[in-house]
C-alpha cells in the first residue's frame, strides 16, 4: 500500500448543513486525523440527514476516490432524523463490530450517554467506513479509541499482510515502493457516477494552515473529484485528488472503452490503405481464370520429346477473339508468351532458351520449324486454372488491415473485387491549450512567457503517418468559456479529441473541472504512476450527437509527455476504434548499450532499437536528458523503453542487460 493513507471526513448534520459555522464535529476530526503525519484528509463535506444524500457520498468517496478511511460524524444518536447507521449499512460490504466494539468499550467508561450511539462501522471495497457520533467530544473520544489500530486495519482491508504496518508502527523500514492500490475500475456502474445530492453551498474550512475541499464546492456531477471553476486559488487543493493509477490500469482503463466503430463499403483503392476488412471476402472468379504459360516459349505435348516441329499456332498473352483456344495435336508446337492461354491438348510449355529455329517463312515474318531440345514434364511451366486462387476460396479473412505493402489490395484487384465491407476510420481532434502558447508558424517574435505550439504540429504529423484523419482544433486559452466552446466543438465531429496542457496543480489548469462539470464528462483516471505523462487524463463525454460516447484524452503540456502519452494511448485506441485487433505498439528485447538508472515512476525513455549485422539487438537512449519538456529527446527515437520503477532491490539496468522496448516506428 502506498505510505499515505487518504481520509475523507463527512459530516453528517441538517444544522450544519444549512449554517457551515455551525459545523464543529467536522474540522475537530480533520484537525485530529492530520495531526497524524501518516494522514492526509482528502475531502471533506457537509451533507445533511438525508438517507439517499449519505449513500451517493459514502459511495462515491469509498469507489470512486478509493480513500483508505471515510469518517463520518453526526446521525447516530435516537433524533428522527438520524440514519446515518441505516444509510451506511447497506453499502458495507462487511462489518468490522470489533471495532464498534471497542469504541463503545472506551466510550462507555466516559459516560453512559454512549450507550445512545448506534455507531456501526465496516469495510466497502477497500474503504475503511466509521461513523461516529456528531460531538467535537465524541468524535475526539471515538478517534484516540481506535487511532493505533486503523493503519493495520486498513493495510488489512486492502490486501496486505499487515507487516509492513506492524513495522511502521514500531518505527521499522517503510514500504519500499510506490505501488498504487487505486481501484478506479471497481463498480463503476453509470448510476453510481449520475447521482446528485444538489446542495449549491460550499465552504472550505482551514485547519491548522491545510485546506481541507468541501464536497459541496463540486457542481454539476457530485461525483466529480475536481473542485468547483470558481474556487479561488487560496482554496486549490494541494494534492490531486484523482489516485495515481498503474500504468496497466490505465491502459485498460481505456481500452476496456473503446468500441469499434461501424462499416461501410469502401471501392478497392489506395484509400483502403490502413482501413480493417469486416468481412470474409471469398472468390468469385479463379486465378488464373485458365490454363496460362509461366514462360516465353512453346506449348508442346510433353510425350512428343525433343525433335523438330511446326509451328502451327501462336498464344499471345491476349483476350481471345472469339473466346476460345487453338487445338494442338500430336507432333504439333506453339508458340506462346508469358501469361499465354494454353492451346487445348498442350501438355507443357517449353523454354525459348532450350528451343532452336529451323526453318521461318519466306518473308521472314514468322517460325515455320522449330527445334525442340529439352524434355519436359507433363505440367511443367503452366499455371492450371484456379492454382493461385480458386471460386468459392476465402482470400481474406475479417478482420485482416489492408496494408501499404500491396498484397491485399492486390489480391482484391486480382479477383474482381469493387467494393469491400471495412471499418470507419476514426477522426481525432487536437485542441492546445495554454494562453502562452502561439501558432508555431505565427512568423513573429515571441513576446516574454510565449511559446509555440510545438504539441499539435507533432500529433498531427504522427496521427497523419499512422493513417487517421483529424480535425485541427486550435489552440484555446486558458478561460473556461473557450475551453468549453472549443472541447464541445471537437465533440460534435470527433470520435476522440486530445488536449495538450491544463491537467497539472496551476490554477489555470482547468482542464479536470471543465469535463466533469461543463460537459458532463466521466474522468476514468486523472494520474498515471509514470513518467513522462503522470498527469495524463482520460474521460468519456456524452455524444452530442447520439451514439458511443466521445473519448476525450487530456494530455499533459510538456511536449515529450504530450507525444509519449500520444504514443502510448492514443494511436493503440485510435488503431482499436478503427477495428485493429492487434492494437498496441509491437515490443522487442534489447540489449541496453549503456547504464539506465531507474526512476521512482515506470519510465518510457525515448530511445534507439537497432540491429547489428550479427542480428543483435540493441538500444540507446536518444539523450541522458530526458525531462519532459525537452523536446531533443524524442529526436531521432523509433522506440519507448519501458523500465520499470525503482525499488529497494533494483535501482538501475546495467549495460548489455535485456529490456522491453515498444517500436513506435522503424528500426533503425
Ligand atoms: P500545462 O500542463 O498547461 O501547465 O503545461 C505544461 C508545460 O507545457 C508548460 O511549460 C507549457 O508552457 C508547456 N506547453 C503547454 N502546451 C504546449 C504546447 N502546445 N506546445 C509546447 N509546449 C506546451
Ligand atoms: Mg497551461
Redesign the pocket.
Known sequence: MSSTLRVGILTISDTAFQDPAADTSGPSLCRLVEAEPRYTVEVTACIPDDHKVIQKTVTAWCDDLDLHLVLTTGGTGFGVRDCTPEAVLPLLDRQTPGISHLIFAKSIQITPFAALSRAVSGIRGQTLVLTFPGSPKAVKENFEAVAKLLPHAIDLARGGTGKKTHEKMQGGPRPSGVAPTATEEKGQTESSHSHGHGHGRGHGHGHGGHTCFHHSDREAKTDAASLGLGTPVSRRLRKSPYPLIPMEQALSSVMDRVVPLSSVQKPVDGSLIGAVLDEDVVAVEAVPGYRASILDGYAVIDTDGPGQYPVTAVSIAAASSDGSATTLLPGQIARITTGGALPEGATAVVMVEDTLLVKSSEDGTHEETVEILAKVRKGEAIREIGSDIQVGQTVLKKGQVISAVGGEIGVLASIGVQKVLVRQRPVVGFLS??N?VVNHDNGEELKMGQIRDSNRPTLIAATKAAGFDFLDLGIAP?SPEDLEAAIKGGLAKCDIVVTT??VSM?E??LLKPILEQKLGATIHFGRIMMKPGKPTTFATVPNPNGGQPRLLFALP?NPVSATVTFHLFVLPALRKLAGYEKYMWPSVQAAVAHDVRLDERPEYQRAVVSVTPEGTIKVQSTDKNQMSSRMVSMLGANSLMVLPGRTAERDSVSMGQKIECLLISNLG
Open positions: 491549450t495554454g502562452e486558458d496542457g491544463g496551476g489555470m489548469d503540456g
